[in-house]
């Protein structure tokens, strides 16, 4: 059993608030997050799976595709200030040195231009990761196995 003041129960409290703040950035999305959400959830972009406002070095990703490396986000107006670029800028270059690729769109972009948006997302999907489940070949000019 572990005390209250353990590492083990400071860890598993540390948790439990990134879990709770990511709940409620999900709860309080703009409407340029959910509707992008809408298109996003359920693998619904050619069978990538997204996770939305996920923990990610110190930061809560919008959307992020753990598989691919990729992570999407959307500023707001906030995010065109001096501080706001410069904070954005502080946060690719860690998210880069985690490994993962970050794009970047207006709020407007995802409500007005959401099929433009989904078709860069899915553009350097299929530039940068393949396909997580691709389709077998078939047809002509397919060599077949020989027995």
């Not at 572990?2 to 999305?29: D, F, I, K, M, Q």
């Not at 992570?71 to 860690?94: S, W």
Request: hydrophobic share 40%; aromatic share 6%; charged share 30%.
């Amino acid at each position: 059993m572990t005390s209250a003041n353990s590492p083990a129960g400071s860890l598993s409290r540390a948790r439990e608030r990134v879990r709770v703040r990511a709940r409620a950035l999900r709860r309080s999305s703009p409407d340029a997050e959910h509707a992008l959400w809408q298109r996003l959830r359920n693998r619904q972009l050619d069978g990538y799976k997204f996770r939305r406002q996920h923990p990610i070095g110190g930061y809560f990703a919008d959307f992020m595709c753990v598989e691919a490396g990729l992570i999407v986000e959307l500023d707001g107006g906030q995010h065109f200030e001096v501080e706001g670029l410069e904070r954005d800028a502080r946060r690719t270059v860690k998210l880069n040195e985690l490994g993962f690729h970050v794009l970047r769109f207006t709020d407007r972009e995802a409500l007005i231009e959401r099929d433009a948006v989904m078709a860069r997302v899915l553009d350097w999907l299929t530039l940068h990761h393949p396909h997580p489940n691709p389709l077998p070949q078939a047809g002509e000019g397919v060599a077949l196995p020989k027995d």
